[in-house]
């Protein structure tokens, strides 16, 4: 999948909303909505934000949602809304889990060991990522699982581990997982 520029302003566009909508439940890895996306370049802000009003008014209301079948529609029918608010990116609820984790880890590190250990959160192939100042990188979903404590010790500049090796294998066991369907 990828339809987009690394710098064209669709893909800038996808990246502001997909963590929203991921954590809404849209499935990317959809081949109709891959479709209709590799379609659709007119009127993908205003699609993605009608889809995240719409799906949270259904949930609100304790209505049905199939958040892929919505966006899809909203792509395809190229669908606006005047009820949009640029906070609904910053809800709770629509945080990535890394935002999560992010915010969480002030709570936990402070923010000043937060940021000298945090260089940055992103996506690769779909997965997301913590990437740390001494140049290791972790699922996210990893972190959790390991807590505070162990992912200090591995973002740590003064961790006993070789830097290079231990980005490694962060993504070999990451794409070995993945493999054999863990």
């Known amino acids: 999948m990828w339809f987009w520029s690394a710098d064209s302003v669709e893909q800038e566009l996808f990246d502001l909303y997909a963590p929203a909508l991921r954590s809404l439940g849209v499935n990317f890895s959809d081949e109709q909505l891959q479709d209709t996306l590799e379609a659709a370049s007119y009127g993908l ?15 609100e209301n304790l209505k049905p949602i199939y958040p892929t079948a919505i966006l899809i529609e ?11 608010k640029p906070e609904y990116l910053e ?10 984790w992010w915010r969480a880890a002030v709570d936990k590190w402070g923010y000043d060991e937060r940021n000298q250990l945090v260089a940055d959160i992103f996506y690769d192939h779909g997965q997301e990522f913590i ?18 404590e162990r992912v ?25 997982s993945s493999a054999l369907g863990r």
């Open 45 to 59: 802000e205003d699609a993605f934000r009608s889809a995240i009003v719409y799906i949270l008014w259904l949930e």
């Open 74 to 84: 909203a792509l395809a029918n190229q669908w606006r809304t005047k009820y949009w």
């Open 91 to 100: 809800l709770e609820q629509l945080l990535s889990r890394g935002k999560r």
């Open 131 to 148: 990437k740390f100042r001494n140049g290791k990188e972790i699922l996210v979903d990893t972190a959790y699982k390991w807590g505070w």
């Open 152 to 176: 200090a010790d591995y973002a740590s500049p003064f961790s006993e581990s070789n830097w290079s090796l231990g980005s490694i294998n962060a993504r070999e066991s990451w794409s070995t």
